[in-house]
Structure formats: structure tokens, C-alpha cells
């Protein structure tokens, strides 16, 4: 999500005489897009912005901004952090981001600016595809009401607010005349679509809306909050041929005490029996996660339960993590605190359990036929070109360039842990 905020900054910032550069040292200005689900996010910026000051005496005209989930919460406090910040923006205020370089370059003071708005305007900038780019994200909505007991999302992004529906159809519309075949549709939590809009209309129907658009091939979405994840959604895996056979829906525990402990509002029992519909309506639906280790309370007896869980999925891949504290969290209150050497074991027996679980999947693809999507070339090697199947996973084979953003099919002919080697099937009409 974070992508695409930087994509809209880019985007509102062309129009007023900046252009992207990958030397800091040219810049005339320089934003950080910041995020503060984790610890290890946080100290990386205060690095980053530590590096950055010597430009800044080099050039005392230079402008740097923060912005993002760190910059919403933090406000003020990080003009006493970093003196050499010019201006601080939260999550509500992308939109304003010309004015606000406007200010600075006729004021220079230091100026914050993190107040939440009841408008859509900064999610709703459109962000112009660079020159061959195949895919593409479209925000639907911010925010979010869940309060899960370990995240910091609700307070530094607002309560959830759904986009109009034609007002993304819109978007997608003149991205799709740009070029662009994919749509990775964003929210906090994408399966509440719709509620605050008051019409009726769910997520399922908005995926069906955007399934009629020419010229899209494949729609993806993500965070899906499994709760939330409706049986209409899911038959929707079965009813609408261009919504990718790839869900990725984190279940952070395999334990039903640790999921009430996080304020997660589902049991482990109806995850799995919703994992179970999703295989039944889409037998070869690739299903990805997000685990969290060592939560407050977390005793080894949890943790087993969580391995126990992912013996009986075999999810295709999983982002794991060890529980980092953040502040004004209700976990941080929560007793148990687990030490960092046990979170650390705890991890890496999952990674490595996963591991396995990831190459018996990729694995089982050896010798089937696989629908592309063509990115571009591969980062293994130049004569390569690489796609990604529906269910999200990496194929690079040998092809032309001009195969770049078509649909081609190809053999599998080897697995790897994160990635497959492809054979181009050369059949007529495999090729759009």
C-alpha cells in the first residue's frame, strides 16, 4: 500500500516541475513514505533521515518531508527528533502535497500537518503507469475499524471509508487504456468494502463490476481480514474468471486463546472451514498468510498449535514475523511478555516448516501448463523474461520482449523454493 502512496506522490508532484531521480544528490527534494507496523520500519528512517542531513548542510535549500503511518503518529515530535525536517504529513494529507512545498519554499518553516479527513482526496489521486508497466494498484478504501490488539493501523490511518464504486471503475477505465492488464485492488481491509457507502453494494459486486472492463485480464486484491471474508466472496473465486485463484488472508495464530488475545474475532476452526470452501470452489487456489511469533501470552503449547494449523493448510507461502511492541496498542498492556531468543527460535522453526510446505507446492506444478502474465525481463538473468501464474507465482523462461504484458502459456519444468522455471508452449491462440 505504501507503493502506491508513493506512486500518487509522484504523480501530484509531476504537474508543479518535479520529476523521480536516483541520485539523492540532485534532488531538490526528498520525501520519505514511512511505516510504523514494526520497530525494525521506525529505526530505519531515523538512519535514513541521519544520512540525508548531510545533503542538507551541503545544500540548505534542499526539502524533506516525512509522511506515512510513522509521520501520522509521531506529528510534531519528529521535528524535535530530526531538526533538519522541513514538514511532517500524515496518511489523510497526500493530496496536499504541492501546497504545502509551495508553503515551505515561500516560508521555510517547519510545518505538520496529520489531521484526518472525512474526504477520499488522497486516495483517490490517479497515478499515470510508468512506460511498460503491466499492472497496476487501485485504492478502494482506507482505514480500519477491527482494533486487532497488536496493530497500530486503525489510529494512523482513520476509520474505514469505501471509495464510490464509479469512481474506481473510473480509474481502472483509463488505467486499462494505459496499457494496464492487472489491478491489485487496496485496503486495510478490502473484504469490508462497501459498508460506510450505504447502497448495498460489497466487495464480491465490485469485483464483478470491474471483471466487465475491456481490456483487464486479471484482478487481484489484498488484506483480506478473514472475519470479514464472506461466502459471497469466496464463490466469487469461482464466478468471476479473471479474479486471480491467489487469496492472501493472514490467520497471525493457530491458537484460538492467542486470536482472542489480538482481538482477531474469528476461532482457528472457522478459518480452516473457510480454507476449506476456497479449495472446494477453486480446488488449485493458491492460499498465502501472515503469522505472528511470540505474541504476549504466547506459551509453547500456542505455538505448537500454530505448526499443528500449518501441518493442516500447507499454505503456498507465509510472511512471519516476531511480535514487535508498538506503542498505544492494546497488547502492550497484555502480560507474558515472550523473550526475544525464544521469538527468534519460534521463527525460524516455522520459516524452515513453511519452507518445505513452499517447495512441496511448487513442486506438485512441475509438468502442468500455466497461463502467464508477462511482466517483463528477468532479474536472474537478461535472456529471461519473467511472468506470474494466477496463484502469484514467480516463472521465468526464454521469449521475446514483445510477449511483455500478453498472456502466454507455458510447461513448468522446474521448482524451486521462490520461484518456477517455464518452457514457452509455442500453440497458436496461446498468445493475448
Not at 501520522?72 to 494529507?93: C, R
Not at 477491527?146 to 464504486?165: I, T
Not at 479449495?279 to 506459551?299: H, N, Q
Request: charged residues 25%.
Amino acid at each position: 500500500m505504501n507503493v502506491h502512496d508513493s506512486e500518487q506522490m509522484a504523480a501530484l508532484l509531476a504537474p508543479v516541475g518535479y520529476k523521480m531521480t536516483d541520485n539523492l544528490k540532485l534532488a531538490d527534494l526528498i520525501l520519505l513514505n514511512t511505516c510504523s507496523i514494526r520497530e525494525k520500519a521506525a529505526h530505519k528512517v531515523y538512519s535514513k533521515l541521519g544520512r540525508i542531513s548531510k545533503l542538507k548542510e551541503q545544500n540548505p535549500e534542499l526539502i524533506i518531508g516525512v509522511g506515512g503511518c510513522l509521520a501520522q503518529q509521531l506529528g510534531t515530535k519528529f521535528h524535535k527528533k530530526v531538526g533538519h525536517l522541513d514538514f511532517v504529513f500524515g496518511t489523510h494529507n497526500i493530496y496536499r502535497l504541492p501546497q504545502l512545498i509551495a508553503t515551505i519554499k515561500k516560508k521555510r518553516g517547519k510545518i505538520t500537518e496529520v489531521d484526518f479527513h472525512k474526504s477520499l482526496n488522497s486516495i483517490g489521486v490517479f497515478a499515470p503507469p510508468q512506460g511498460g508497466a503491466i499492472s497496476a494498484f487501485v485504492t478502494i478504501m482506507q482505514g480500519c475499524n477491527n482494533f486487532c490488539a497488536y496493530c497500530v493501523v486503525p489510529y494512523l490511518r482513520g476509520p474505514e471509508m469505501s471509495r464510490p464504486p464509479e469512481d474506481i471503475i473510473e480509474e481502472i477505465k483509463k488505467l486499462a487504456d494505459c496499457g494496464i492488464r492487472e489491478v491489485t485492488l487496496l485496503g486495510q481491509n478490502v473484504n469490508s468494502y462497501g459498508k460506510t457507502l450505504g447502497n448495498g453494494l460489497n466487495f464480491a459486486s465490485l469485483i464483478k463490476k470491474i471483471g466487465k472492463i475491456s481490456g483487464i485480464k486479471r484482478i487481484r486484491f489484498t488484506t483480506s481480514h478473514p472475519r470479514d471474508l464472506s461466502y459471497g466472496l469466496i464463490n466469487c473465486f469461482a464466478e468471476e474468471e479473471k479474479l486471480c485463484e491467489h487469496i492472501h488472508l493472514p490467520v497471525q495464530s493457530g491458537s484460538n486463546r492467542i486470536l482472542a488475545l489480538m482481538n482477531r474475532g474469528y476461532t482457528v476452526e472457522e478459518y480452516m472451514q473457510k480454507v476449506d470452501h476456497l479449495r472446494k470452489i477453486r480446488p488449485l487456489i493458491s492460499i498465502t498468510s501472515d503469522i505472528i511469533v511470540g505474541f504476549p501470552g504466547e506459551t509453547q503449547n500456542d505455538y505448537q498449535e500454530t505448526i499443528d494449523m500449518m501441518e493442516k493448510i500447507r499454505f503456498d507461502s507465509v510472511f512471519s514475523f516476531k511480535y514487535s511492541e508498538r506503542k498505544g496498542t492494546a497488547a502492550q498492556k497484555l502480560e507474558g511478555k515472550v523473550e526475544e531468543c525464544e521469538k527468534l527460535r519460534r521463527l525460524e522453526q516455522l520459516q524452515m516448516l513453511q519452507d518445505q510446505h513452499t517447495l512441496e507446492k511448487n513442486t506438485a506444478m512441475e509438468s502442468s501448463k500455466q497461463e502467464l502474465l508477462v511482466e517483463g525481463k528477468s532479474k536472474n538473468s537478461e535472456n529471461d523474461l519473467m511472468g506470474r501464474t494466477s496463484s502469484w507465482r514467480i516463472v521465468n523462461f526464454k521469449g521475446e520482449l514483445e510477449l511483455i504484458g500478453k498472456l502466454v502459456d507455458v510447461k513448468i519444468s522446474k521448482a524451486y523454493l521462490h520461484s518456477l522455471r517455464g518452457k514457452l508452449i509455442k500453440e497458436v491462440g496461446n498468445v493475448n
